[in-house]
Every structure is written in structure tokens, then in C-alpha cells.
């Protein structure tokens, strides 16, 4: 069928819409609460408008251009100065019960309704009321995500994506008119409430209403303390999407130019979370086999994600059993650097400030978890995301495309293998663990070591894998994003559940997509092909691609550690869970005492 935009005669197919078939024909709409690669067109924003007439119709009228599906012979105006005015009041409008002080908001420079008012020529706001947004609420009680309504639109990405996409449903709309905005259930602080720190809506916010929490100034005050001994450590996601930040091709590998940076910085230690992310296999894989062969609570369900361990304890607690007690590489890291790496560095642990450069939001609430807080001292201490690291790197005027690679700063805690580099997508752990546990029970290695049907971007994916004669095959799942996991658990409510062993990421696509990865306008996949492709193309360039073969987890156990699930492994490597749903619970009930008094 045809129509014409801006005197064009354009093609389209039944049910598309005006905005996707100007975009296809290169013709620019502004838009604030579509996404592309999610089916949310809700029209709050109403900024997409264009002018339509249709054939017999005397005059012209503005429509949204989101949701007006496309008919034939339509002719349509997309610049036209009718429709230019009317896009500017709207974004006016929007800006009416605005914070309008950019210069100290976490998303200056990269704010989709700044380079949307610039896009339709705003150059002053007549209705700015600074009375209407001093008002509405802010809220900093979660250690990963800042809630600030006064710089919220509305334009419900951040519902959609809880709700529909991660299924954890912690967002709702509360209140109406000038006094709507986003907030937890049940009138709670994000702390107290179901939201699990995933950072989804992080991701898909196109202002600064939902956002991470910055700890950059915390890392320059240990930078700059000559008492301090400052150890980073960064997870295999970073390496594959920290390159977009300075300009880089989506999936560029920057492992040696981030330890460039991290140089620059002045950091005294800085090593891969990848050592860890063997070591958890050790464990892991370990426990599991244990289990097997002890008759011990089945399926063992993974434990590297902070997002899924959230969502486990608030909404399905019966089934912490069966979550593996193996702490993330993250915390594993953070133990063994205040013990193993502090011995060997000759460093006080209470002067040691162990910072981690994480893919995901949740880590920054796992580091302060009261189960990871040894001797008065934190495992770790601070958690920058991927794009906090960036802002760092670039404040400092440090850009890693212009560093010269090279290595970690020790021997020690610093080699890893594929295996270790994998995690950073789903599917990862679960192909590391095969490739290990094969070799502990067979004495032998895995032929044909890439396991590829544990790979892809299906939301649960289910292979049966032969790990021994003896044990036959194993039957293993690896879901990622919370809307699978819950799919999974209900199922296992009802009684049904074949697996022996499942792997949960609580982001869809696993750490190359957490909610401290760089941020892609309109997108929400964001480069996942690159990354995971990148990740893989990492594995196959390893020198060593199986745990067990890395030597200085060889060395560790050997020196330290003795064996996988000793006594110190337990100490340092392994931590409890406990029932936050039953939390969540209090908290409703106090605020219901609260309202109702008394009685």
C-alpha cells in the first residue's frame, strides 16, 4: 500500500505505524516513551505529532504518530511549521513540572528530552513551576538506584520494562493529575519494596528520574588517600561494551586499555574478575557434585547474579535451598583480596578499599549485604557500573582508545581463562561448570569444549548433557531476565521440574546487558550480538579455557585455600540467604498500622 510523507510517495504493510514507516524512510519524528525492539506505544509523551489528511477530508489534524496506524493514500507532514509549534508546546508542557537543573543532574549531556527540546527548537519554557516538582518525591534508600520524581515525564518505559519484561512488576503509576508520578507498590521506599536492583529501568529511562547511584566521588577520595591501598577488579561484561563509551565499535575487546586506565587513575592494584569467576566454577561445580552424589536438595540453582538472588528472597523464599551457597566472583574477590592478596601485597586489610567495575546496578546493594561484612570491613567496598567508570575515565580526562594496553598489575589473583570470561553472558556459567565438571569425573578433557546449546538468546534454553558414564546425562536449563525465572519457579510450585542444575541471570541476555551497561537512545537490546559475540571470540583466544587449568587457582588452593568447599572455601567463599519476602510483608504491615493507627 502507499501514502505520502512530505510529498513523498512512501510504501508500508498493513498495521505498521506512521512512525515506523517515516523512520524507514529516513524521516525524523521526536519521540520520548517509544523504544524500539519493544512493543510500547503508549502516546504519554505526546511529542510525536504530525499532520494527516486523509482523501475526501476537508481539513487537516495532528495525530500521534506512535500509535496511527498508516492507511492508504494518507498524506502526512512531519515538519511542517504547524506541526513544528505543536511538538515545541508539547515538549514545553512536559517541561512545566520539571527539574530544570541539568548541570547537576546524573544525566547532563546524555538526556534524551534535552536533545529532544533541541531537536524541536525550544529556546525558553513559559511554564516552568518550580512550585509543582519541589513537590514530588525523591528517593535515595536504595544502595543502586536513585528514584527522583522531580525530573520524571511520565512516559511509562520504566513500568513496562518492571513489569513486562523482567516481570517483577515493583513500578506503578500512583496518584493522578498534576501529582502522578512512578513508584513502588504499596507506597514503599524502593528499599523495602519488590524491586530487585536489576537497573532495567535505568536503562530505558530517558531522563534522570530513575537512575543509578553515583559513587565516583567515594573512589577519588581513596585515590587520593595516600593511607589507602586501592585494589580494582572488573567483570568479563566490561571488557566487550566499555569500548561504545569513548567512541569504540560495539563488542571492541579493551581489556589491556582498561587496565591503561586504571594505571592512569592511580589505582595500586587492578586485576580481573575472571580469576574469581574460575574460582566460583571450583566451588560451584564442586557443590554440585556433591549434592548429586549425596542426595542433596536438586536443582542447584546458580548464585552470581544479585538481581536473581533478590528476586528469589522477596517473592519465592521456599526455594533458597536450592541456590548454590557460593558467593559471586564479585565477593569472592573482595574476600581474597583482604586475606590472600593483602598478605601477599604486605597491606593492612582495614587500609585496603576493594572497588569493583560491574556490568549491573544490583552489585552496588550485594557489596552491602550484612552477610558479606567481615570483621567490621566490607568485602567489597564501593561498585562503579560500566558507564560510572566512564564518567571517571573521562573527568580525568583519561580515554582508554588512546592508552597503549597492557596487563594486570599482579601475578597473583591475576591470571583466567575463557571459562572465567563467558560468565558475561547467559549461558556462561553453565558451559564453564560442563567444561570443568567433565574433567573431574572423567580425568579427562571435554572434546569439542564449546557447549553451544547452552548458548543464544532464548529466554530459557534446556540441554541434556553427558558429564559422565556414571551419571549419564544431566539435564540443565539457563534462564535469564525475571519473567523466565518466574516461569521456571511456578512450574516448580506445581511439582515440575525435570533439571538437575539451572542457571538464573536476573538481565535479559546476562551482565553484557546489566543496568550499568552503556545506554543506547530508543534501543533496548543495545548491542547484544557484538557483545556476546565479543565475549565468545575472548573465549576462543584464550590461551586456557578451563578453570581447573588456570594456574594460580591451582596455586590458591594449594596455598591457601586447600581444597574446593574446605573450611576456609566455606569461611571466605560462601555465604546464607535469607526470607525477604517475609520482610517485605512487615513493611506493608507497618505501613497499614501507620495509616489506620492502633486498632
Known sequence: ???????????????????????????????????????????????????????????????????????????IQTRNQWVRESQRLQVELLLADHDMNCMTCIRHGDCELQDVAKFVGLEENRFNDPELF??????????????????????????????????????????????????????????????????????????????????????????????ITTVFEYAPAIRVALGEEFGLPPGSIVTGHMNAGLKALGADAYLDTNFTADLVIMEEGTELLHRVQNNGVL?????????????????????????????????????????????????????????SIMPCTAKKEEATRPEFIRNGQPDVDVVLTTREFADLLKREEIYINELE???????????????????????GVTEAAVRTLHYILNGKELEGIDVKEVRGKSNIKAADV??????????????????????????????????????????????????????????????????????YEDDRQSALR??????????????????????????????TYRNRKKEYRQSIEKIWADINGDD
Open 546 to 575: 578451563q578453570s581447573h587449568n588456570n594456574p594460580q587457582i591451582q596455586k590458591i588452593y594449594k596455598d591457601f585455600l586447600g581444597e574446593p568447599l574446605s573450611h576456609k572455601s566455606h569461611e571466605l567463599l560462601h555465604t
Open 299 to 355: 536443582p542447584l540453582f546458580t548464585s552470581c547474579s544479585p538481581g536473581w538472588v533478590n528476586f528469589i528472597e522477596k517473592n519465592y523464599p521456599e526455594f533458597l535451598p536450592h541456590v548454590s551457597t557460593a558467593k559471586s566472583p564479585q565477593q569472592c574477590f573482595g574476600a581474597l583480596a583482604k586475606t590472600y592478596l593483602a598478605d601477599h601485597m604486605k597491606v593492612k586489610p582495614e587500609n585496603m578499599r576493594v572497588i
Open 405 to 427: 594496553p597492557c596487563g594486570v598489575s599482579h601475578e597473583l589473583m591475576g591470571d583466567h581463562t575463557g571459562a572465567g570470561v563467558i560468565f558475561g553472558t547467559t549461558g
Open 134 to 227: 519541589c513537590e514530588r518525591e525523591v528517593d535515595t534508600s536504595s544502595p543502586s538506584i536513585v528514584r527522583d520524581m522531580k525530573k520524571c515525564i511520565r512516559c511509562l518505559r520504566c513500568v513496562k520494562i518492571c513489569r513486562e519484561v523482567q516481570g517483577t512488576d515493583a513500578l506503578v503509576i500512583s496518584q493522578g493529575g498534576t501529582a502522578a508520578q512512578i513508584s513502588p507498590k504499596n507506597a514503599l521506599e524502593l528499599s523495602e519494596s519488590t524491586c530487585v536492583s536489576c537497573g532495567q529501568c535505568t536503562q530505558v529511562c530517558p531522563v534522570g528520574a530513575l537512575s543509578m547511584k553515583n559513587d565516583i566521588e567515594r573512589v577519588v577520595d581513596f585515590l587520593n588517600d595516600p593511607d
Open 1 to 75: 500500500m502507499k501514502a505520502f510523507m512530505n510529498g513523498k510517495e512512501v510504501d508500508f504493510k498493513e498495521g505498521e505505524s506512521i512512525l515506523e514507516v517515516a523512520r524507514r524512510n529516513s524521516f525524523r519524528i521526536p519521540t520520548l516513551c517509544e523504544m524500539t525492539e519493544m512493543d510500547h506505544t503508549p502516546a504519554t509523551c505526546r511529542v510525536c505529532l504530525v499532520q494527516i489528511q486523509r482523501q475526501g477530508e476537508e481539513r487537516p489534524f495532528l495525530v500521534t504518530s506512535c500509535n496511527t496506524p498508516m492507511e492508504a493514500g494518507l498524506e
Open 466 to 535: 553427558e558429564l559422565s558414564p556414571e551419571l549419564g546425562k544431566v539435564k540443565i536449563a539457563v534462564v535469564h531476565g525475571l519473567k523466565a525465572a518466574r516461569q521456571i519457579l511456578e512450574d516448580m510450585k506445581e511439582g515440575s521440574c525435570p533439571y538437575t542444575f539451572i542457571e538464573f541471570m536476573a538481565c535479559p541476555g546476562g551482565c553484557i546487558n546489566g543496568g550499568g551497561q552503556p545506554r543506547t537512545k530508543k534501543k533496548y537490546q543495545k548491542n547484544w550480538d557484538k557483545r556476546i559475540e565479543a565475549i
